[in-house]
């Protein structure tokens, strides 16, 4: 079983930025493709920015060029720096890994389906304001 937990979120200012970090611990016996998904209230679930096992990364349009993803493999451990923070990032964030490459979605320049992932974490709140 792998245990993914998720810290770093809270409240800040249009413009501002947070940290958001995510550990995987527990029986890991497979490198780890992991993501950031987000979901606000009345919407659906939407992946933010994933990374497979070969290190390559996919962001979400909305966030390309303000979110930064990033990875130390040796712990299983993903960050999202999220600076220029907008009203519209308002959300839940869910950080969420699989075992293996998770099928070829990030190669292709896609981002993955929610149900790519079977290991997620409770969730983190960010609350931009204006």
């Known amino acids: 079983q792998v245990h993914v937990a998720e810290s770093g979120g809270g409240s800040v200012q249009a413009g501002g930025s947070l940290r958001l970090s995510c550990a995987a611990s527990?029986?890991?016996?497979?490198?780890?493709?992991m993501a950031w998904f987000r979901q606000a209230p009345g919407k659906e679930r939407e992946a933010v920015a994933a990374i497979d096992t070969d290190g390559r990364i996919i962001y979400r349009d909305a966030v390309k060029g303000r979110f930064t993803l990033s990875k130390d493999a040796a712990e299983n451990t993903l960050y999202l720096q999220m600076d220029n923070l907008k009203t519209e990032d308002t959300a839940m964030y869910y950080c969420a890994s699989t075992d293996g490459n998770g099928g070829s979605w990030v190669a292709m320049g896609l981002l993955p389906p929610a149900n790519n992932y079977y290991y997620w974490g409770q969730g983190t709140q960010v609350t931009v304001s204006s």
């Open positions: 527990g029986s890991i016996y497979r490198r780890q493709s």
